[in-house]
């Protein structure tokens, strides 16, 4: 059992100013495995007002000073890197290799991103007679999600501190443990009093008062279309900057050639990691018309092939987070059959001998992007295959969605492949996989606005100045 029922302001762990507790439950067991406290707007209160006082020094902190602070986190991190990936299975359901392998790996990554960067950021140039100048914007507030915890927490707090922001953390309250450890990394690396706050809590309650908060000048959010759209109404008030990474229903256009089966069936595995539960996931896979009945192979093998069962395990998908996300899963799921979508793997249930924890058969249905299950995110693994009669057919339904995360493309031909991703109204596109943590990433349409990771992810937290007449003879 886990107890973390204090939150880090001002340098300080702090009892909340009224005392409130919620069980923590393990999905894989539906077992109570510890509890957090809840804070209210006055504690919002009691953070903001440590971190406007230490933006007024942090902010004016060197490129050296700052580059030291990350290097001090990055030892601390390396040294309790397996305490994160076991806190990740147990809050959110994680297989062990997943958990201990990429989930703690993208925190590490994007705070050694960070350092590189910092290294070579010009934060002053001079352009005639005009000096521009890169400044913090001040307060941050940073509201992150259960489904990926650490990449998304560490992706948000490092470039703020690289750039000179002091910020208050709202962690997710299903997966609260990993984020209370990282306090305690920053903590000991010795992050200067004020300059990183946490606060855990309901995002209704947290959330909104930080949004609202007169002396809060960025929000940087994570997470669902409706929350967002609250959160830029609650900012509005303060005209503060606000940073949004939405849903998606990202498609995967798979080319017709050699390779269509183990690209299927590649799509098909990948959508299934972390049980689907991943914004930018490839929920819409794009295929030949032509070549159906392979692709239908292709994609039911490989969904029976992935093990699912007990986190603890040597398994490649473990439980989705909540009772509350289980069954939204299976109601996706009933609409697809009521739609008419073949059902070529999964369906409605648990998967055989798993009666206990919330776990989803890995699903693959057949289907056009008109259905509902083809429209709207659903969040968990759940995969659907839609025809295409040719390469415009495939652009036009991969462009037709409200959202524009991700994206991607399987093909032998590369300038095909190239030439697909020009014309995909996405944010970020991989052409037969790849991975780099420079590459910006954020959303097109209802997927949100800003753009985070690399050099790119620094911008959301600086302001422009121009000094004209700095050059003037």
Request: charged share 20%; with cysteine.
């Amino acid at each position: 059992m886990r107890s973390y029922t204090q939150f880090y302001i001002d340098g300080r762990w702090t009892s909340p100013v009224t005392p409130k507790t919620a069980e923590v439950i393990n999905p894989a067991t539906e077992e109570v495995s510890g509890e957090i406290s809840l804070g209210s707007p006055a504690d919002v209160d009691l953070a903001v007002a440590a971190a406007r006082r230490a933006f007024a020094t942090y902010g004016e902190s060197s490129v050296k000073d700052r580059l030291d602070l990350l290097e001090a986190i990055q030892a601390e991190y390396e040294r309790r890197e397996a305490e994160l990936g076991e806190a990740i299975m147990v809050e959110m359901g994680a297989p062990k290799g997943l958990a201990n392998g990429f989930h703690t790996l993208l925190g590490k990554g994007h705070l050694g991103t960070a350092i590189e960067v910092l290294k070579e950021f010009k934060f002053e140039e001079q352009r005639g007679v005009t000096l521009i100048r890169k400044e913090p914007i001040g307060v941050c507030g940073l509201i992150t999600p259960w489904n990926w915890p650490m990449n998304q927490t560490c992706v948000k707090i490092f470039p703020a501190l690289a750039a000179g922001c002091t910020m208050i953390l709202k962690p997710p309250q299903l997966a609260p443990y990993s984020a209370q450890i990282l306090a305690e990394i920053l903590d000991k690396a010795g992050v200067p009093a004020g300059v990183f706050n946490m606060i855990q809590g309901q995002g209704s309650v947290i959330g909104a008062a930080l949004s609202r908060h007169e002396d809060v000048d960025m929000i940087s959010f994570t997470g669902s279309e409706p929350v967002g759209v609250q959160i830029q109404k609650d900012a509005a008030d303060t005209v503060k900057r606000v940073g949004l990474e939405l849903g998606g229903k990202s498609a995967w256009i798979v080319l017709d050639d050699a390779s269509l089966a183990a690209n299927v069936a590649g799509a098909t595995a990948g959508m299934m990691g972390n049980s689907g539960q991943t914004c930018s996931a490839g929920s819409r896979l794009l295929v030949p018309a032509s070549r159906l009945d392979d692709v239908k192979r292709a994609a039911a093998e490989a969904a029976s092939g992935v093990t699912v069962g007990d986190p603890q395990s040597d398994v490649a998908m473990g439980p989705v987070v909540s009772k509350s996300q289980y069954n939204i899963i299976q109601q996706y799921i009933e609409k697809g059959l009521e739609e008419g979508a073949e059902l070529i793997a999964g369906g409605l249930g648990r998967p055989e001998g798993l009666d206990k924890g919330w776990y989803v058969k890995p699903t693959v249905f057949v289907g056009t992007n008109d259905m509902v299950i083809a429209r709207e995110e659903i969040f968990g693994p759940v995969l659907v295959v839609i025809p295409y009669d040719d390469i415009d057919d495939a652009v036009r339904i991969a462009n037709d969605s409200n959202f524009g995360l991700g994206g991607y493309v399987s093909g032998e031909d590369l300038d095909t492949c190239r030439a697909v991703s020009r014309r995909m109204r996405t944010g970020a596109i991989w052409v037969n996989g790849g991975f780099d943590f420079h590459a910006p990433f954020g959303g097109y349409k209802r997927s949100g606005n800003g753009r985070e990771w690399g050099e790119f992810g620094f911008h959301e937290y600086l302001e422009v100045k121009s000094v004209i007449g700095w050059g003037a003879a």
